[in-house]
């Protein structure tokens, strides 16, 4: 394991056949980037000259990196660079003046090559938003609530080439969708009650109707029920698809938060496993695949908080190690179900999941796992003793691992400073 010497990098993305990364500097909150050598590394531009832009880094398109910043004369405004300092410019002034449009991070993604994301205008509020890096083809696709309120988006997903998110039009929230065009922006019309969105894994789209869970490809004849069950809205955790079947996290009266799976069938669609019994919840979370098998976070009331596995089987659901023995919580995030550090937790690379835990003694620190409990182990006690060297600031935006170039990297505090670590895999 080796620090990289740089502070938590925020985005990355491939250019010209190598990945470079893009950061702030804590000292001067300004965008940088690397591609892991000091002559490749710099700062791209002194947006706010003697204050702070301090940027803010959404989905990379391409060889093109978006990112909010506030150069003290627009507010906060959309930008891009392709990595050089003259390709580090302002997209456009969605609100004139010094104001900014206060770009939301959470709601955005790319989608067909552009970036969707929401922006707030005097005349609109906030509202669904679309570039392609160009002033002229950045434009807001709907005023999905007419007039200067807000239609409030949530729960962004992306779905064979559309955009799916919740929208409030000033009657109702409801499930609306986009093909990236103001001609193909418009309510999804979803067979059910108002909608509420759950997310997509594999060949469905999951939605919550009432207490009804749903499933559809994008067609009609495509959507069905699949339970009465309820799915956490926006999938959090993000459902799953591991050889053919989509595993989730949904509650039932008499089970509370347990793993689920369909199949896309109203029969194939069934608990997994009450890992906590009765209606006390284990809520799954941080759901990922390895090796054709399901790992995850869950708790019961031996265990707390552990690492997981699950074939899809009940008999094949079993806890692979209590690294906090007894019922003290080895991934302490976890504790309030309703955290979303949980996003982008674990990282397979190399046949290996990576992870942070704390085992009691060492503190959160890097661990790893083969699947086994002989082969789960703690990689380095960075921040020696009972201290902790990651922590919810130490993501990498949403995640807490980033693989590139044949390496795992992760922000971490060695007890001095916080850098950027990685190890080969």
């Known amino acids: 394991m080796e620090k990289a010497g740089l502070i938590p990098t925020i985005s990355a993305t491939d250019l010209n056949g190598k990945t470079l990364w893009f950061f702030v500097d804590n000292i001067t909150s300004e965008p940088w980037r690397t591609d892991g050598t000091p002559e490749g590394t710099f700062q791209l531009r002194d947006i706010n000259p003697g204050g702070y832009s ?77 570039s392609d890096g160009t002033e002229a083809g950045t434009m807001m696709l709907k005023d999905v609530f007419p007039g200067s309120a807000s239609a409030n988006l949530a729960r962004l997903t992306i779905f064979k080439g559309t955009a799916y998110f919740e929208a409030f039009d000033g009657g109702a929230y409801d499930i609306w969708k986009t093909d990236g065009t103001p001609a193909g922006t418009a309510k999804a019309g979803l067979p059910g009650l108002t909608g509420a969105l759950a997310a997509a894994a594999g060949p469905w789209l999951l939605y919550q109707s009432g207490t009804e869970l749903w499933r559809t490809d994008g067609t009609t004849e495509g959507t069905a029920k699949l339970a009465d069950a309820k799915m956490e809205r926006a999938g959090q955790p993000a459902p799953i698809e591991i050889n053919g079947l989509v595993f989730f996290t949904a509650f039932q009266n008499d089970s509370g938060w347990e793993l689920w ?47 997981w596995r699950s074939d899809g089987t009940s008999p094949g659901t079993w806890l692979v190690k209590d690294l906090s023995p007894g019922p003290g919580s080895s991934f302490s995030w976890f504790v309030n179900p309703n955290h979303r550090t949980h996003l982008e937790s674990f990282i397979t690379a190399n046949d290996t999941l990576w992870f942070a835990a704390d ?45 590139a170039d044949g390496f795992v990297y992760f922000s971490a505090f060695d007890g001095e400073t916080r850098g950027l670590f990685r190890m080969k895999f």
Do not use: C
């Open 359 to 403: 085992d009691g003694v060492h503190g959160t620190e890097p661990w790893k796992s083969d699947g086994t409990e002989a082969g789960t182990l703690l990689m380095q006690d960075l921040n020696p003793g009972i201290a902790t060297s990651m922590t919810s600031s130490a993501f990498i935006g949403d995640r807490l691992w980033l693989n």
């Open 261 to 307: 799976k369909t199949d896309g069938t109203p029969e194939g669609t069934l608990q997994v496993k009450d890992i906590h019994p009765g209606p006390e919840s284990s809520y799954p979370r941080a759901l990922t695949s390895k090796d054709g098998l399901l790992f995850f976070i869950a708790q019961d009331p031996e265990h707390g908080h552990e690492l």
């Open 54 to 130: 301090t940027p803010r880094f959404f989905p990379a398109a391409g060889g093109t990196v978006f990112f909010s910043a506030d150069d003290g004369v627009h507010g906060r405004e959309l930008w891009k660079t392709d990595g050089t300092p003259e390709g580090t410019q302002l997209v456009k002034d969605i609100w004139p003046g010094s104001t900014g449009s206060a770009l939301e991070y959470s709601t955005s993604a790319i989608l067909n090559g552009q970036l969707f994301f929401t922006a707030q205008t005097s005349a609109n509020g906030f509202e669904p938003w679309i």
